[in-house]
């Protein structure tokens, strides 16, 4: 059973002919070098689109992911203009301080 979650999620990671179509049409230009839908609209669209670090001609393109439905990169941007990103900015920033050295103790 687990098995068969874990196929349909790999299934379902695999970018389509239609995917593409979808993906071209919510981003407003052909895409190329998409390798994985991480995720989905519970109506089977794609939410986000993964790329290979470097497009087929070589091209380096850095964003591996990106918001694609119009719906969530509406909700990101709001969150945005909101200022979201400078507190994630400054949570990330403390989360990744080195910690302390603890005390030794024999
Ligand atoms: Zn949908």
């Known amino acids: 059973m687990e098995h068969n979650t874990a196929a349909a ?3 379902s990671r ?9 993906l071209s049409r919510q981003l407003g230009r052909p895409v190329r ?6 995720a989905r609209c519970v109506c089977g669209n794609p939410l986000v689109a993964a790329t290979a670090p470097r497009l087929s001609n070589g091209t380096p ?4 992911f990106y918001l694609t439905h119009p719906v969530i990169t509406s ?3 709001r969150l945005e203009a909101a200022g979201v990103m400078n507190d994630m900015n ?6 990744f301080q080195p910690r302390r050295c603890l005390p030794f103790r024999a």
């Open 9 to 11: 999620r790999d299934e």
């Open 14 to 22: 695999q970018p389509t002919a239609h995917d593409l179509e979808v």
């Open 33 to 38: 070098d998409v390798v994985e839908i991480p």
């Open 61 to 64: 393109f850095p964003t591996t």
């Open 75 to 77: 909700a990101v941007s």
């Open 90 to 95: 400054l949570q990330a920033g403390r989360r």
